[in-house]
């Protein structure tokens, strides 16, 4: 244990610096949940067109076809999101080794533990979480290209 005050003071930054990351990764996850929305809207719009209306079935291929690539941006997002918050955390907690209280060591070692007995294998973990919704929503656009491909 240390009594050197940059160590605190360099922990203080850490544990700043990550929280930053994480309202980061949120506002990008509530711009990306707003975009696709508004997409997955489109999509249900043209989806009234008739047959007869070529445009809209180019838009109905253009559309999901975009929403297939804004959500394997925002995937890739939330991975690098995910590995500059383990980065950070492993620091903070390294960092902790040096401190009289290791709260992120601790926190960590609560979440391990299922509160719930049998529900659940682990603790499922932000990250993992969000990574689903893209992974749906991609679900979701590729189904609208079958369907308009089978109705061309």
């Not at 067109?49 to 999901?64: D, G, M, N, Q, W």
């Not at 903070?92 to 609560?110: G, H, M, N, V």
């Not at 969000?130 to 369907?147: G, N, Q, T």
């Amino acid at each position: 244990m240390t009594d050197d005050p940059r160590v605190l003071e360099l922990y203080k930054l850490a544990v700043e610096m990550a929280d930053r990351v994480s309202a980061r990764r949120t506002a990008a996850n509530a711009f990306f949940a707003t975009l696709h929305g508004g997409l997955a809207a489109a999509v249900g719009i043209l989806g009234q067109a008739t047959s007869r209306e070529v445009k809209a079935s180019v838009y109905l291929l253009v559309a999901p076809i975009a929403g297939l690539a804004l959500s394997a941006a925002w995937f890739l997002l939330l991975r690098s999101y995910r590995d500059l918050n383990k980065a950070k955390f492993n620091v903070i907690t390294e960092i902790e080794r040096e401190l009289p209280l290791q709260i992120f060591a601790k926190e960590w070692e609560q979440l391990k533990k299922d509160p719930v007995e049998g529900w659940r294998g682990r603790y499922a973990e932000q990250g993992t979480v969000e990574r689903v919704i893209p992974a749906v929503f991609s679900v979701l656009y590729a189904a609208a290209i079958v369907r308009v491909l089978f109705s061309l």
